[in-house]
Structures are given as C-alpha cells and as structure tokens.
C-alpha cells in the first residue's frame, strides 16, 4: 500500500512540470513537423509568469541547439532575429506562433514525426529550468488542436 502511494507521488510529480519557483507556465508547447532533418524545426508555446522572469535559454536532445527568434517585418521582407534573452513580464503571456517568435531547433537529429513528442527543457533566470514534452503537429498545423477541450474528453 506504501508503495502504490509513494508511486502516485513520483507520477505526479513528473506529471508536473515545475521547478522550485512555480510562477512560470508553459502552455500548449508543440511544435511542426518537418520533412527533412536537415532543415531546423520550429516550435512554439505560450509562457506566463506571476513575477517578471526571463528565458535564458531551451534545450533538447532533438537537436544540437534551439534559438529563439522574433520575426521583423520590412516591407514585403520578413527576417528572423536571434533573441538572447526573452523577457516574460509578470502576468502576460507570452505567445510564441506560427508567423512570430519562436523556437527554431538547429541540427536537427532526426526529422520531426507528426504524432511524437520530444522533450524541451527552458531555463528561466528566476523559475530555473522547466521540463515540456512537445508534441509534433502536422506540418501544416497553425497550433495545438486541444487548445479548446471538447466536452466529454
Ligand atoms: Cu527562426
């Protein structure tokens, strides 16, 4: 009976993706599916905090680095900018989508399949390092599907 109990505690606490700090909250992590490995991947996720914090940077084993870029539109020219350091002001969310900011994974190690999921650790200056597991998407996929819950699921 111990057991069964101290096992629930270990499922619920990996189920929970939270660091010391529990301000931080990434919601609806993903990312699109690729068709090649040698092209970056690209991911995104919405992240809240209660107390202003900063992402510092994201890892995974899915590739050799992620870097985070802004897109800067010129005219009829859109380009992406490195982003060193995302700044997460206390109480707003922070939306990294399809057209915008997001997560590019360089040196892919494999192509990304629809219907997997890798992991992602993001390292806050403040909430320290949160662990997502990010679904894949399809390759046209503008955003998770379950982001509104259907009754009855
Ligand atoms: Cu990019």
Do not use: C
Request: hydrophobic share 45%.
């Amino acid at each position: 009976m111990k057991k069964a109990i101290l096992l629930l505690v270990a499922i619920w606490s990996i189920s929970l993706p939270v660091a010391a700090d529990e301000s931080v909250r990434i919601l609806d992590a993903w990312a699109r599916a690729s068709i090649l490995a040698s092209r970056p991947g690209a991911a995104y996720a919405t992240i809240e905090s209660a107390s202003d914090d900063r992402l510092l940077g994201v890892t995974t084993p899915a590739a050799d680095h992620v870097m985070i870029h802004a897109v800067e539109s010129d005219g009829d020219v859109s380009r992406m900018k490195h982003v060193e350091v995302l700044e997460i002001p206390a109480g707003q969310r922070v939306t990294l989508a399809p057209g915008g900011m997001h997560m590019m994974l360089m040196g892919l190690h494999d192509k990304l399949d629809e219907g997997t999921t890798f992991p992602m650790t993001l390292s806050f200056e403040k909430a320290g390092e949160i662990a997502v597991d990010v679904p894949v998407l399809g390759i046209a996929a503008e955003g998770p599907r379950n982001a509104e819950k259907e009754p009855g699921q």
